[in-house]
């Protein structure tokens, strides 16, 4: 193995995890101040979110490195990063908004998450429904199936913990995959060929409501996972025109739901105030379990999601271009529409990927709702789709 593939993510099993902590870091005094001067800096302009730049959030370099190693890390052997210690107990709500989406501009593009085309979401139990059409699980106290957010890096900054549960899940993809060409070398092609997944309603509205993807890419030097039942299951069962999955697909998503909540590949961590939980989305899954609140609203659990795309990501297969819009090593990319996008956010994402250095050409769909049809069509009639 080449120095820089031993310097990429590596397959690893819970045990592993739980005997080397070099994912975990802690910030110091210095970069914690230099946070804390950067939030007094910020609210003294009182700018909107996306109307920032890195010079309204004026971190000292020495916080900048802290954030560059944690992002880093998630690119390497863990392809997860746990940075701990930031003052959230000194800050209301807006301020942990505020300094969080500040220390954002640092660390690569913010995406959109949902239906409401938010960039900020606020993941704690708003009385939602996780698995119905439509249903997604930030903003409901439901355990979670295993599965990935659609970006480069998820960030989690936890405000505030649950009275009991909501033990977050991880698992490496790249693990995953190692067993099944163990067991079932027969799944792999079956793994790499399409999918149908529902968008859950989060798509543009010139996107068809579900989307083609394999749950193991193609890259020939990069690995890359994707997969969530949920949404897999919502597509067969609310668009009756897509293929039915075939009986080597359901042994394949069975044998992942038979790998993935196993002691041998399960990492569990909790989450404690002021910790940022950042995870690779292309080489580990994750979920978590149920939790019960605290009655009192000033308690209750409260985690801000934020979706990145970074500078240092890793090459997609060609194949995914229709999900993420770009696949090139780097790019901004990733996240979901909505129906909400504003001028705001797209002045913001421009200007902040030039701010990183990134790649970045403005969104277009890769397929629109008539070639989906027609590709479906076609498939239907039995001929070779082009």
Not at 275 to 287: I, P, R
Not at 307 to 331: F, H, K, N, T
Request: hydrophobic content about 35%; aromatic content about 10%.
């Amino acid at each position: 193995m080449t120095a820089i593939a031993q310097n990429r993510p590596q397959p690893w099993k819970a045990e592993q995890v739980r005997q080397d902590d070099s994912w975990i870091l802690r910030l110091t005094a210095e970069e914690v101040d230099g946070v804390r001067a950067a939030l007094a800096h910020a609210k003294q302009l009182d700018k909107p979110l996306l109307a920032m730049e890195q010079a309204d959030f004026p971190l000292p370099e020495v916080s900048r490195r802290a954030l560059q190693a944690a992002i880093d890390m998630t690119q390497q052997r863990w392809g997860l990063c746990l940075l701990k210690g930031f003052p959230v107990d000194e800050w209301t709500e807006e301020e942990t908004r505020l300094a969080y989406w500040g220390m954002s501009l640092y660390m690569g593009v913010g995406r959109t998450q949902n239906r409401a085309s938010q960039f900020i979401n606020d993941v704690r139990d708003a009385g939602g429904e996780y698995k119905v059409k439509g249903g997604r699980g930030y903003n409901t106290n439901a355990g979670l199936d295993f599965h990935q957010d659609s970006c480069d890096v998820v960030a989690l900054l936890c405000r505030r913990t649950a009275k009991s549960g909501g033990t977050s899940k991880v698992v490496s993809s790249l693990a995953l995959r190692d067993e099944i060409q163990k067991r079932r070398p027969d799944l792999i092609p079956v793994l790499q060929s399409p999918f149908f997944h529902s968008y859950q309603g989060t798509q543009d509205p010139t996107q068809p409501p579900y989307y083609r993807l394999s749950i193991f890419g193609t890259h020939p030097e990069y690995f890359a996972a994707r997969t969530n039942r949920k949404n897999t299951v919502a597509a067969q069962r609310d668009f009756p025109e897509i293929p039915r999955l075939t009986e080597a697909q359901i042994e394949a998503l069975d044998l992942l739901d038979e790998l993935m909540p196993s002691d041998e590949f399960c990492y569990s961590m909790e989450l404690e105030r002021g910790d940022l939980q950042l995870l690779n989305n292309y080489v580990t899954l994750h979920s978590r379990t149920p939790f019960e609140d605290y009655e009192d609203p000033d308690l209750k659990r409260h985690l801000l999601r934020l979706w990145l795309a970074i500078p240092g990501s890793q090459p997609l297969p060609d194949s995914w271009v229709e999900y993420y819009g770009d696949v090139r090593a780097g790019s901004v990319r990733g996240g979901v529409r909505g129906s909400s996008i504003t001028e705001e956010f797209l002045a913001y994402e421009e200007r902040q990927a030039r701010a990183m250095s990134m790649p970045f050409e403005p969104w277009k769909p890769y397929i629109t709702k008539d070639e989906m049809d027609a590709y479906i069509a076609t498939t239907q009639s039995g001929a070779v789709p082009a």
